[in-house]
């Protein structure tokens, strides 16, 4: 099994799909990158692990932020992402801070058929 990482931030509808990605697929743990407004609202059922993050500073401070609360935390030689959620600056922060942390990355989606690697 994989880690898998997604973000959970701003975008109609993809909290849904964030969710159902958690739920229809076998993780070995789920780290979401999330800020406070999804750490207080978003329904966690699995016991997913939040790393707050504030997408209002900089990206290279957003990456170190990022990488500091995802070291240790990870497992394995790759990681399951999903950036459905959320805005560019996080997902290029989230993308750098993984793969300066050592890992691989494999993008993953809830399709028609089920959780998918894109």
Do not use: P, Y
Not at 1 to 20: D, E, F, I, Q
Not at 67 to 77: M, R
Not at 82 to 93: L, Y
């Amino acid at each position: 099994m994989v880690c898998l990482v997604a973000c959970l931030s701003t975008g109609k509808g993809t909290w849904g799909h964030v969710s159902r990605l958690i739920n229809d697929g076998q993780w070995e743990k789920v780290l979401l990158i999330t800020n406070e407004f999804g750490k207080e609202n978003f329904n966690n059922e699995k016991n997913c692990e939040m790393s707050i993050i504030d997408s209002r500073i900089g990206l290279e401070e957003l990456r170190e932020n990022i990488k500091f609360q995802l070291n240790g935390k990870l497992s394995g030689t790759e990681v399951a992402i999903n950036i459905v959620s959320g805005e560019g600056k996080e997902h290029m922060a989230l993308i750098s801070a993984i793969l300066q942390l050592g890992f691989g990355i494999r993008f993953v989606a809830l399709t028609k058929d089920g959780v998918k690697e894109i």
